[in-house]
């Protein structure tokens, strides 16, 4: 549209869309976190992650401003999970083991589970590079990057903030705000033999409406 600048809109809903996200992930995490001290060593891991790949998107020469608005809430839905990983394993190995060698442990154990959720998800993206469409490579190259910036976070960054604050996440334990759901368990048990022929039978439906559009 003559006369409309789309790259100052996004850039202003994002800003939007980035508080309402903040808000949304810090309420998520304080209610299915179990200590309440875990929650920074969470944040403060993405956003070192966030930042050091906002800053290196020089290195790409020129990006496109919706890859440069948009990537911090991807990267965030993407690869939050590998902070996660870490500081389970943690919480469970410091049950037995000191704060240190409990932060050491639970990293040998989370890195392969962290570099096998992490190579999914590249090789996703990675595929997008071989759009003739001009975004797809351009926000490809940005999330690997992100993808690869969370991962070196969680392994030299996050261990040194579970040391910091590790003393206080034994102090500021909080009961679990999250309800048991055991009967979706029992649920999907007794009908193990119907959900995959109703699903059979949607996925049919669903392959012929998507032939339609």
């Known amino acids: 549209t003559i006369g409309q600048d789309d790259s100052v809109t996004i850039a202003n809903e994002m800003k939007v869309i980035i508080v309402i996200v903040a808000i949304v992930v810090v309420s998520v995490l304080i209610l299915t976190s179990e200590t309440f001290a875990e929650v920074p060593v969470l944040i403060i891991t993405f956003l070192s992650a966030a930042i050091i790949n906002m800053g290196t998107n020089y290195m790409c020469g020129k990006i496109s401003f919706i890859s440069n608005s948009v ?42 589970e962290i570099c096998a959720s992490s190579l999914t998800t590249i090789g996703g993206l990675f595929a997008m590079i071989f759009m003739q469409f001009k ?46 759901i055991s009967f979706v368990g029992r649920y999907a048990y007794k009908t193990r033999k119907i959900v995959p022929l109703v699903f059979a039978v949607v996925l049919v439906f669903a392959y012929h409406f998507q032939t339609c559009l």
């Open 135 to 180: 975004i797809g490579p351009d926000m490809a190259i940005c999330l690997i990057k992100a993808i690869l910036f969370s991962m070196l976070s969680v392994f030299v960054v996050m261990p040194g903030l579970l040391m910091l604050f590790g003393p206080y996440m034994s102090k500021t334990k909080h009961r679990n705000f999250v309800p048991k």
């Open 71 to 112: 990537t911090i809430v991807l990267q965030l839905a993407l690869s939050v999970d590998y902070a996660i990983i870490y500081c389970n394993r943690f919480k469970v190995e410091h049950r037995t083991l000191s704060i240190r060698d409990a932060a050491v442990v639970a990293l040998s154990k989370a890195i392969p």
